[in-house]
């Protein structure tokens, strides 16, 4: 009886753990999910289970034999054989290693039009490429062969298919050989065309920036720096202010400025402050200032300045003539062609049309583009002996020189009939006649040598008896009107004159002229210093910001700074 109850609480307890358990279970999410996960797996096992039974039994069994058969593909043919299953199994394989050969074809072909391109050295590596698409090409066209691609899929013969795949591997096999060995050349060459490439895109940005370079160069060398702006008017204002002062109009004309025995220098400039210098240098290194005469010629808009200028003060006795170039009556356009030749419609354009393009046009010859190079100032030179009658020696000097040392010593040099003395700047194959001229050109081919030594001006000694004896003149005449039309050569004084006086000219020693303190950091300090005349030649002249620092004592050393016109504009700070 005891066992009895003792059963019954114990089965008792046993479903009451259970009912707990389950009420559990139900109410867990997560034990719902789990049964649930349970049979959809049971049923997508039953699915493929059935699938494959009924695959199974309505398959041709060497389908599944092939889909498993070990070759050479591997898992490749159970893909295609699950693929053609219906079809025949040889034509999956064809079409795989005819296109395998297409490719290798395409690609050989690829590389022997880039070897072209490239112009390899190695022209046999093209030739290979060639031979190896010829051989792809005439594999395809084999008789044996041709059957493959002509018959339908159910006649493939497996043997001839074997041969066609063995011929397709040997080639393929060469091909990489071949690319392989080649890859490193077109690599090299890869890099170098596109070293060239780079080369030719940077030198076509130098070329640019030189251009612009130039034309910014350009602008600020001809720029008026305020300073000298100031200058100007400030003497000119003092002109106007005490007209009776400065005015030499009326008054006898001093016999020293037609005196054959003194020293006579020639000076042509718009510059006050530059002309000024050129004679303060002269006349502090002479011996006798006063046997030195100084005959300064501007345009008609500086004459008051130029006047006022060289009144304020004393020379030490040298004697400062200052006239207008409009003082001089013969020089009009009926005889000097230059001024003819400004009346020309196309010459204004090319010197006035207000076009960027234009001007940055041809680097080498942008300078010439300035209208200064068609100034009669700049031609004055030109006509010295008939602005200056009575005399038989002058002395050029341009505006932007210094002069070191006493030049008298000029005056005692035996010019042996030549009319003009210079010191000649070519070296090497430098400032020879065939950079300044035109040799295309027959007159030119044929008066003159290419290989003749050019000069420079900036001082110059002129025999003015030679002068007239040799019709000078004349001969710049005949030769600037024949180049109206800049033919025979550009636009300047230095090519006319090396033309004119192309056999009468008297090299001087190198000592009496140093060029290039406008544009040549390097001249040796030495040679500056025994010259008798420095020449700023270039851009960077010593009035102007960019002037070369190392150069500038040289010429601001002459600056007068104790007139109270030059402190006024505080000028050289």
């Known amino acids: 009886m005891a066992n009895t109850s003792l059963l019954r609480s114990s089965r008792t307890s046993l479903s009451d753990r259970h009912n707990g358990l389950a009420g559990a279970a139900i109410r867990s999410p997560t034990f719902t999910f789990k049964l649930f996960a349970s049979a959809i797996s049971l049923a997508i096992f039953l699915f493929f289970t059935l699938s494959l039974f009924f695959f199974t039994s309505t398959s041709n069994p060497s389908d599944l034999n092939i889909g498993f058969s070990s070759d050479s593909y591997g898992v490749g043919s159970i893909r295609r054989s699950v693929l053609a299953l219906k079809s025949d199994p040889l034509k999956p394989r064809f079409d795989q290693i ?77 091909t990489r050989q071949v ?16 070293l060239k490439d780079t080369i030719f895109a940077v030198n076509e940005q130098l070329t640019k920036a030189k251009k612009q370079g130039a034309f910014s160069s350009l602008i600020a060398a001809k720029s008026i720096p305020k300073s000298l702006h100031c200058l100007a008017m400030r003497l000119m204002e003092e002109r106007i202010a005490h007209p009776d002062k400065y005015e030499d109009e009326g008054k006898p004309t001093p016999p020293e400025l ?8 020639a000076i042509f400039s718009d510059n006050v402050i530059a002309a000024s210098v050129v004679v303060n240098s002269a006349v502090k290194n002479s011996k006798e200032p006063w046997k030195h005469v100084f005959h300064v010629v501007t345009d008609k808009m500086n004459l008051g300045a130029m006047q006022v200028m060289f009144k304020m003060r004393d020379y030490n006795g040298a004697h400062v003539e200052v006239k207008a170039v409009e003082d001089y009556k013969f020089l009009n356009s009926s005889y000097v062609p230059v001024l003819k030749q400004l009346e020309s419609a196309n010459l204004q354009r090319f010197y006035f049309e207000n076009k960027l393009e234009n001007a940055t046009k041809d680097t080498t010859n942008m300078k010439f583009r300035n209208p200064k190079y068609l100034s009669i100032l700049n031609h004055l030179r030109f006509y010295l002996p008939e602005m200056y009658p009575k005399l038989h020696r002058i002395l050029f000097l341009d505006d932007d020189i210094v002069v070191q040392r006493d030049l008298t010593g000029l005056w005692n040099i035996d010019m042996d009939g030549k009319v003009n003395g210079a010191v000649e700047t070519c070296f090497g194959s430098f400032h020879r006649y065939a950079q300044y001229m035109n040799f295309s050109h027959p007159l030119i081919k044929e008066k003159f040598n290419p290989k003749a030594c050019a000069w420079a001006y900036g001082m ?62 390097s001249i040796n300090m030495d040679e ?46």
Not at 179 to 194: G, H, M, P, V
Not at 258 to 265: C, I, T
């Open 258 to 265: 037609e005196d054959p025995n003194l020293y006579h220098y």
């Open 460 to 521: 110059n000694f002129f025999d003015l008896d030679a002068w007239r004896r040799e019709k000078c003149t004349e001969e710049y005449h005949y030769w600037q009107t024949l180049n109206e039309n800049r033919t025979l050569w550009k636009l300047g004084t230095l090519p006319p004159g090396l033309i004119t006086y192309y056999s009468t000219t008297k090299p001087l020693d190198k000592s009496w002229h140093v060029l290039g303190l406008g544009y040549n950091p």
């Open 98 to 174: 005819r296109k395998q050969a297409d490719d290798h074809r395409s690609l050989v072909l690829a590389y022997a039009s880039y070897a072209r391109k490239l112009k390899l050295e190695n022209s046999k590596l093209v030739r290979i490429f060639a031979d190896l698409s010829r051989n792809y090409t005439d594999l395809i066209s084999k008789p044996s062969y041709r059957v493959l691609f002509d018959s339908d899929a159910d006649l493939i013969d497996e043997s001839v298919l074997r041969h066609f795949e063995k011929e397709v591997k040997e080639r393929i096999k060469v």
């Open 179 to 194: 690319i392989t060995e080649a890859k490193e050349s077109f690599d090299n060459q890869l890099k170098i065309q596109k």
């Open 528 to 573: 500056i210093r025994n010259a008798a005349v420095v020449h700023f030649n270039g851009n960077m002249k010593p009035w102007l910001d960019i002037a070369m620092n190392q150069f500038r004592p040289l010429w601001t050393k002459y600056v007068d700074y104790e007139n109270e016109f030059v402190q006024a504009c505080n000028f050289g700070l």
